[in-house]
């Protein structure tokens, strides 16, 4: 079997997505997900220019050799771009490999290691009543892990909060958006927050919370320390990890688990935090940390230091991520939980996908591959809608972590 084609298709259904498409000689197809929030075109055209002229005429069901060769032979290892372009390839092709030996990918990976996989939804609200509203529905549709986010009294902005009623999107439409932060603001607020969800709602559900880069090792080290009664199941990104030493600081103050990871792109951006063991959950994403076999090469070595997955699961990766990563989850030894934020009703209908969803668990499905494809028809008709994360500032102008 031969790779005779490989295309990328870029398209805007509620938001920007970028897929991959490898067909082969025996007209079996297998698809990736390249979607790199707010830079999304420098991945489809390192795809596009760089990459798919290179993978014509390879035999499919190389995958680590292909792997190998795009990260060893481009020279420059690693990034963002170079990664998650590499991981649609690795995920297109774990996808064809499915759906020739007509079984679903966690079968190939060596099989279900639990019945279902725990995902955690997100509850935001303005304000603390609210919050403990979106809460309130989360558990009423069975969640057992829930991530809570609020406005913070007298900052205009704050990560997490959607402006309006819909669901949450970081990104805006042709501008980058400025926000303002307040460490010590946030400090004084965000435990009472998770004093009343643990007041009103007890012990039963996983509460996890996502600090989302904004602090410095010794605030974290701080409030983990002043969150310890409420039993976090996580505390995410405390303080950016280009600097995985700092974590130190933050674990000689505070038992609250940490999980760190969904920027990093490779083994090398987790080795110190894993074999430290300075974090308990991985966050590393198949789309922006080389795909399953990269994934793969990660989670087993957390699992020698118990440290466990927590893949990143935003709308902003796409259903073929999702659909993907399910089937990962259902396999890996040591999994953790899976985030799902949802997608809009035209995400779900440009990627109709295999996975379900009930009461808090959701499933791969028993199609051959990963089970998610793409109506090229419908996508063709959202045509691509620059947007941007924002950027968070301190109150006197200083450009902060967004
Ligand atoms: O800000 O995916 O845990 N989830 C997150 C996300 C990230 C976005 C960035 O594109 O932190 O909301
Ligand atoms: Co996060």
Same mark, same amino acid.
């Given at each position: 079997?031969?790779?005779?084609?490989?295309?990328?298709?870029?398209? #805007?259904?509620? !938001?920007?997505?970028?897929?991959?498409?490898?067909? &082969?000689?025996?007209?079996?197809? $297998?698809?990736?997900?390249?979607?790199?929030?707010? !830079?999304?075109? %420098?991945?489809?055209?390192?795809?596009?220019?760089?990459? #798919?002229?290179?993978?014509?005429? !390879?035999?499919?069901?190389?995958? *680590?050799?292909?792997?190998?060769?795009?990260?060893?032979?481009?020279?420059? !290892?690693?990034?963002?771009?170079?990664?998650?372009?590499?991981?649609?390839? =690795?995920?297109?092709?774990?996808?064809?490999?499915?759906?020739?030996?007509?079984?679903?990918?966690?079968?190939?990976?060596?099989? %279900?290691?639990? *019945?279902?996989?725990?995902?955690?939804?997100?509850?935001?609200?303005?304000?603390?009543? *609210?919050?403990?509203?979106?809460?309130? *529905?989360?558990?009423?549709?069975?969640?057992?892990?829930?991530?809570?986010?609020?406005?913070?009294?007298?900052?205009?902005?704050?990560?997490?909060?959607?402006?309006?009623?819909?669901?949450?999107?970081? %990104?805006?439409?042709?501008?980058?958006?400025?926000?303002?932060?307040?460490?010590?603001?946030?400090? @004084?607020?965000?435990?009472?927050?998770?004093?009343?969800?643990?007041?009103?709602?007890?012990?039963?559900?996983?509460?996890?919370? @996502?600090?989302?880069?904004?602090?410095?090792?010794?605030?974290?080290?701080?409030?983990?320390?002043?969150?310890?009664?409420?039993?976090?199941?996580?505390?995410?990104?405390?303080?950016?990890?280009?600097?995985?030493?700092?974590?130190?600081?933050?674990?000689?103050?505070?038992?609250?688990?940490?999980?760190?990871?969904?920027?990093?792109?490779?083994?090398?951006?987790?080795?110190?935090?894993?074999?430290?063991?300075?974090?308990?959950?991985?966050?590393? &994403?198949?789309?922006?940390?080389?795909?399953?076999?990269?994934?793969?090469?990660?989670?087993?070595?957390?699992?020698?230091?118990?440290?466990?997955?927590?893949?990143? $699961?935003?709308?902003?990766?796409?259903?073929?991520?999702?659909?993907?990563?399910?089937?990962?989850?259902?396999?890996?030894?040591?999994?953790?939980?899976?985030?799902?934020?949802?997608?809009?009703?035209?995400?779900?209908?440009?990627?109709?996908?295999?996975?379900?969803?009930?009461?808090?668990?959701?499933?791969?499905?028993?199609?051959?591959?990963?089970?998610? =494809?793409?109506?090229?028809?419908?996508?063709?008709?959202?045509?691509?809608?620059?947007?941007?994360?924002?950027?968070?500032?301190?109150?006197?102008?200083?450009?902060?972590?967004?």
């Amino acid at each position: 079997m031969k790779i005779v084609r490989a295309d990328v298709i870029v398209t #805007c259904p509620g !938001r920007n997505f970028v897929t991959l498409k490898v067909v &082969t000689d025996e007209g079996v197809y $297998g698809i990736g997900d390249a979607t790199l929030n707010g !830079r999304e075109l %420098a991945v489809a055209s390192y795809l596009r220019d760089h990459v #798919c002229p290179l993978l014509i005429g !390879r035999d499919p069901g190389r995958i *680590e050799d292909i792997w190998q060769f795009l990260y060893k032979g481009a020279y420059w !290892r690693r990034g963002p771009v170079t990664m998650t372009a590499i991981a649609a390839v =690795d995920v297109a092709l774990w996808d064809i490999l499915g759906k020739v030996a007509n079984l679903p990918l966690y079968k190939l990976l060596g099989g %279900a290691s639990r *019945e279902s996989v725990m995902v955690y939804g997100h509850a935001t609200g303005r304000d603390i009543p *609210e919050a403990l509203d979106r809460y309130a *529905e989360h558990v009423e549709q069975g969640y057992q892990a829930i991530r809570i986010q609020c406005g913070v009294p007298n900052m205009r902005s704050v990560y997490g909060v959607s402006k309006g009623n819909g669901m949450y999107e970081p %990104a805006t439409k042709g501008v980058v958006e400025e926000q303002t932060w307040s460490s010590e603001k946030y400090l @004084d607020f965000v435990p009472k927050l998770f004093e009343a969800v643990r007041d009103k709602f007890g012990f039963d559900t996983h509460l996890l919370h @996502d600090v989302h880069h904004r602090l410095t090792p010794i605030e974290a080290g701080r409030l983990g320390k002043s969150v310890e009664p409420y039993r976090l199941f996580w505390m995410e990104d405390p303080t950016p990890a280009e600097n995985q030493g700092g974590f130190r600081l933050i674990r000689q103050h505070t038992v609250t688990p940490i999980a760190v990871g969904e920027v990093f792109n490779s083994i090398w951006d987790c080795k110190q935090l894993i074999e430290e063991q300075l974090i308990d959950y991985i966050r590393a &994403t198949l789309t922006h940390a080389g795909g399953i076999t990269h994934l793969k090469r990660i989670a087993d070595f957390a699992s020698l230091y118990q440290v466990r997955t927590g893949c990143h $699961g935003p709308s902003d990766l796409s259903p073929v991520c999702m659909g993907a990563a399910l089937h990962f989850d259902l396999w890996v030894p040591n999994f953790g939980v899976q985030e799902y934020m949802g997608f809009p009703k035209e995400a779900l209908d440009v990627f109709p996908h295999a996975w379900t969803f009930e009461r808090g668990l959701m499933h791969p499905g028993e199609a051959p591959g990963h089970g998610v =494809d793409i109506d090229e028809e419908l996508a063709a008709r959202y045509p691509y809608d620059p947007a941007y994360l924002p950027v968070a500032r301190l109150e006197d102008g200083t450009l902060w972590n967004w």
